[in-house]
C-alpha cells in the first residue's frame, strides 16, 4: 500500500521589512513599480512558491558547514509556518484513514483488527525492516514519486534541496513506514532508501519543471493545451488551486496536499467463483483556503538561479553492474557470477554510502537445480585521495543473503573491504571492490568481488 501527499503552491506577498541580517531578497521589477516608491505591500504578486532558496542570499557563513539542517530552526527566510501546516494536514489525514478504515468491517477493510489493531502495528515494526517483493513500478516509480511529493512541501516552502532531502527522509520514514504503513505491513528495506533519495531527484525535478513553465510562456512545444496537462501532471493539486482562484480572480485557495492511495482487495465473490482480487485507487485532495484577496496581474517575477549551493541531487549515484561470489559451502551451490544495482549518496570525495542489491540463479550442487540468490546491504565508503580521477577506498556495512526467498535460511551478516573508484568524467565513474563478508548465525565466511558503472545525477562530481 502506498499513500502518496501533494501540496499546492501558496500565493504569496512580498513581506513590508525583510530582515536585512538575515536575508538579501533580490529585486522583483514589474512595470508597476520599476524606478518608483511604491510600497512593495501594494504589488500582489502570484508567486511560485511562497519564499525561493534561490532568490536568497544566506547569511555570510552559511556553506562553512554545508550539511548543516535548518528544517527545525530556519534562519534564512524559509517559510516554517507553511511547512508545518502541511505536515500537520499529512498527519492528520493519514491517520484519519487509518481510523475511518479501522471502523469498517473486516470484509470489506481486509485488517485483521479483533481489537489487536495497535499490536499488528507493534509485531511489523519489530519484525522490520525486510526486503519487500513489492512489483517494480511499485518500488522504483511509486515511492520515489511519493518522496518527490514529500520533498516538494518543504522545497515550496522556501527550503533548500538539502533540508527539502532531510524533510522527506524523515516523512517516509517516520509517517509512512514505521507509520501509517506500519498498520498494513512490515517496513521495507528498499523504501527506506528509494522514497527519499530519488523521491529527492524526481521532486528536484518535478519543482523545477514546473517552475520554468509557469515563469516563461506556459506552453510545451508552442502549445497552451500540453502545456496546461503537462502543469496539472508535475502537481495536480496546485494546478486546479490555481484554476479556481484566477477563475474568480481571488486567493480562494492557497495550500493543498493531495493523497493518492492504492491498495489489492480481496472480495468473497458470488456463487462459485469464491475469492477474487481488485485493484482499488483513491483519489483525496485537501485544501486550506486563503483570505480572498483579490489577485494583481503582475509581469512573472524574475528568475534567479545561484549555484553555490555545494549540497544538491548530484550527490545521488545510481550503479549498474555484476561480481562474482565464492559462497560458504553451507549454501551448497555452484559459485556464479550476479548482476547487481546500487543506489548511493556520494556526500563528498572523500564519504559515500550506498544501497546494494545483488541476484542471481545459483545451481545446487545436489541436485542441479537452479536456485535464486540474493543479496542486499547498506554500506558506507572511505576514499583516499580524494583530489584525484583514482581514489582507492575502504568499505564496510552489513545486510543479508538469501536462498530462493527463505527467511528461514537467510545469513545476516558484516562486511568489510577495499576497492578503486575511478573516475571518468563528471557524469560517469567505474567502481570496482572485492569484500569478506561474516555470518555468526549461519557461521559461514563469503567473497564477493563486483564491478559497476556508476551514473551521477545532475552536474555529478565537478569538483
Excluded at 90 to 117: C, H, R, T
Aim: proline share 5%; net charge negative.
Amino acid at each position: 500500500m502506498m499513500l502518496l501527499t501533494c501540496c499546492s503552491v501558496n500565493l504569496w506577498a512580498m513581506p513590508d521589512t525583510p530582515d536585512e541580517s538575515i536575508i538579501q531578497p533580490l529585486p522583483l521589477l514589474s512595470a508597476e513599480n520599476s524606478g518608483s516608491d511604491a510600497a512593495v505591500d501594494d504589488i500582489y504578486v502570484e508567486r511560485v512558491t511562497n519564499s525561493a532558496w534561490e532568490e536568497k542570499v544566506p547569511i555570510e557563513g552559511f556553506y562553512d558547514d554545508p550539511f548543516q539542517v535548518s528544517i527545525f530552526s530556519p534562519q534564512h527566510g524559509e517559510d516554517k509556518e507553511r511547512l508545518w501546516s502541511q505536515t500537520k494536514s499529512i498527519f492528520i489525514y493519514g491517520f484519519g484513514v487509518i481510523g475511518f478504515i479501522a471502523m469498517l468491517p473486516e470484509d470489506i477493510s481486509n485488517w485483521d483488527k479483533q481489537g489487536e489493531l495497535l499490536q499488528k502495528w507493534r509485531d511489523n515494526v519489530r519484525e522490520g525492516p525486510v526486503w519487500d517483493r513489492d512489483v517494480f513500478w511499485i518500488n522504483y516509480i511509486g515511492h520515489p514519486y511519493a518522496g518527490g511529493i514529500y520533498y516538494q512541501v518543504a522545497r515550496k516552502s522556501g527550503y533548500r534541496q538539502w533540508d527539502a532531502f532531510v524533510y522527506s527522509a524523515l516523512m517516509s520514514t517516520f509517517y509512512w513506514e514505521y507509520g501509517v504503513e506500519a498498520f498494513a505491513e512490515t517496513p521495507s528495506i528498499q523504501d527506506l532508501v528509494v522514497t527519499p533519495v530519488l523521491g529527492w531527484a524526481m521532486g528536484e525535478w518535478m519543482h523545477q519543471t514546473e517552475r520554468n513553465l509557469r515563469l516563461g510562456d506556459g506552453k510545451v512545444w508552442g502549445s497552451e493545451g500540453l502545456g496546461t496537462l503537462s502543469l496539472w501532471l508535475l502537481d495536480p493539486v496546485d494546478s486546479l488551486g490555481r484554476g479556481v482562484n484566477q477563475m474568480f480572480n481571488r486567493e480562494i485557495f492557497k495550500a493543498g496536499t493531495g493523497f493518492v492511495n492504492y491498495r489489492p482487495q480481496v472480495i468473497q465473490a458470488e456463487g462459485e467463483a469464491g475469492m477474487l482480487q481488485e485493484n482499488q485507487w483513491q483519489v483525496q485532495m485537501h485544501f486550506q483556503f486563503g483570505d480572498g484577496k483579490p489577485l494583481r496581474s503582475t509581469p512573472a517575477p524574475q528568475y534567479y538561479q545561484f549555484n553555490r549551493d555545494p549540497i544538491d541531487y548530484s550527490m545521488i549515484g545510481i550503479g549498474l553492474g555484476s561480481g562474482y561470489a565464492w559462497l560458504d559451502d553451507v549454501w551448497q551451490v555452484e559459485d556464479d557470477p550476479f548482476a547487481e544495482f546500487s543506489l548511493g549518496l556520494y556526500f563528498t570525495n572523500r564519504y559515500s554510502a550506498r544501497l546494494n542489491y545483488a541476484r542471481s540463479h545459483f545451481q545446487e550442487i545436489s541436485t542441479g537445480e537452479d536456485l535464486t540468490y540474493e543479496n542486499y546491504s547498506l554500506s558506507g565508503q572511505y576514499y583516499f585521495r580524494p583530489e584525484t580521477d583514482f581514489r582507492p577506498y575502504v568499505t564496510a556495512g552489513i545486510g543479508e543473503m538469501l536462498r530462493d526467498q527463505d527467511r528461514d535460511l537467510k545469513s545476516f551478516y558484516s562486511h568489510a573491504g577495499l576497492g578503486l573508484h575511478m573516475k571518468l568524467n563528471s557524469n560517469i565513474a567505474i567502481q570496482t571492490d572485492i569484500a569478506r563478508y561474516f555470518s555468526t548465525r549461519l557461521d559461514t565466511q563469503e567473497d564477493i568481488f563486483r564491478f559497476s558503472l556508476i551514473y551521477r545525477l545532475g552536474k555529478g562530481n565537478w569538483r
